[in-house]
T-cell receptor, first 114, second 115 residues
Framework: GESVGLHLPTLSVQEGDNSIINCAYS??????FIWYKQESGKGPQFIID?????DKRQGQRVTVLLNKTVKHLSLQIAATQPGDSAVYFC?????????????FGTGTKLQVIP | EPEVTQTPSHQVTQMGQEVILRCVPI?????FYWYRQILGQKVEFLVS????????KSEIFDDQFSVERPDGSNFTLKIRSTKLEDSAMYFC?????????????FGPGTRLLVL
């Protein structure tokens, strides 16, 4: 079946450097993608989203890039801070008949080294 | 800032018992979801709920599970005859109605342990 997956299970980054977290998706019908941050013992927290008709979207310190040609999604975090340490999930959304089905990837653990 | 709340935060039960997990979605949201996350694994979709009925469910959501919106604020997940493999973190989420691609907001989760 089609699925969402992540390339790197763990990413270690020096504080102040930029972080890039990657995600591959396989469902070409997905129309909406979301990045979530999950800290230990907490629920997923929305970071940023992007629709399939866009290729880039910027937020505060974060940028999401979507490459539909290779079905690739990335999350860029600028000037990474210790508080950014968490597991990051990408998720794809399939909108069918007004209903949503969100499929999550396995997650990448970001470790920020002070 | 409005948030999704869930109770209890932790639940321990004996195998075969029934549990009810409770969620209070954000007040003006109309779409509700349950997800689970087995320790060390990815978040998995269970069910979505809209207009007092299930709109979509996954293969995990079998007859052992049911959802209900008993009043205007609560959204519950009932697990009958719990099994050891039901031990997981259960997340409730809700989303608004503006547009077709509104983000889902997650609660803090209920950690269920089946012994």
């Amino acid at each position: 079946g089609e699925s969402v997956g992540l390339h790197l299970p763990t990413l270690s980054v020096q504080e102040g450097d930029n972080s890039i977290i990657n995600c591959a998706y396989s469902n070409s019908a997905s129309d909406y993608f979301i990045w979530y941050k999950q800290e230990s013992g907490k629920g997923p927290q929305f970071i940023i989203d992007i629709r399939s008709n866009m290729d880039k979207r910027q937020g505060q310190r974060v940028t999401v890039l979507l490459n539909k040609t290779v079905k690739h999604l990335s999350l860029q975090i600028a000037a990474t801070q210790p508080g950014d340490s968490a597991v990051y999930f990408c998720a794809e959304n399939l909108n069918s008949g007004g209903y949503q089905k969100v499929t999550f990837g396995t997650g990448t653990k970001l470790q920020v080294i002070p | 800032e409005p948030e999704v709340t869930q109770t209890p935060s932790h639940q321990v039960t004996q195998m075969g018992q029934e549990v009810i997990l409770r969620c209070v979605p954000i007040s003006n949201h109309l779409y509700f979801y349950w997800y689970r996350q087995i320790l060390g694994q990815k978040v998995e979709f269970l069910v979505s709920f809209y207009n007092n009925e299930i709109s979509e469910k996954s293969e995990i959501f079998d007859d052992q599970f049911s959802v209900e919106r008993p009043d205007g604020s609560n959204f519950t997940l009932k697990i009958r005859s719990t099994k050891l493999e039901d031990s997981a973190m259960y997340f409730c989420a809700s989303r608004g109605t503006s547009g077709s691609q509104e983000t889902q907001y997650f609660g803090p989760g209920t950690r269920l342990l089946v012994l």
